[in-house]
């Protein structure tokens, strides 16, 4: 029997290897939360548990040298992953988007996606023991009707559900079509990231 893995959905982990950045990029984000009223306003409405730029700040590597100089490294492993997509360009990705995250202990955000972008991703700055990881889902889950669970033992390929635990200067990309979702925080401290989108 010849048994072929179709279908493949990408997922790149990799580093920021610059820890000066990731510290200086510590400081920033806590700014960030400390200042914007907006933000704070929009979390608080929204029941974000913490604090997140995504509805306030729009600018934010052209307000803080510290983000444009992060910009710059995602810059390369973004064009790196699009070609291990194989996607059919004709110019590299942009930058769409890019936010901060400041989740509090029991923070969370449910399973979504990231429309009208190609690319996704998370820079982790601050992950305290036990404050959770990001939880892909299988695009498929909607059309498997009666299809039987996997054995625990499972290859992750085969898994519906797979978890990837991010540790302070770990960058995650993925198609922005892939759902996915921020388990808690069960940390006693805040977990800090830096989202972005590109197109």
Known sequence: MTIRSLF?????ETTLDDPALLAELGDACRDLAA???AGQRWSRDHGYRGYTSYASLDDLPVRDPRFADLVRHLNRHVARFADACAFDLA?????DSLWVNVLKPGGTHSGHIHPHSIISGTLYVDVPPGAGMLKLEDPRLPMMMAAPPRRADAAEELQAFVYAAPAPGTIFLWESWLRHEVMPNGARGERISISFNYR
């Not at 493949?8 to 790149?12: D, G, I, K, L, Y």
């Not at 110019?91 to 930058?95: F, T, V």
């Open 8 to 12: 493949a959905t990408r997922f790149s």
């Open 91 to 95: 110019r590299k990705p942009r930058l």
């Open 35 to 37: 200042e914007d009223r």
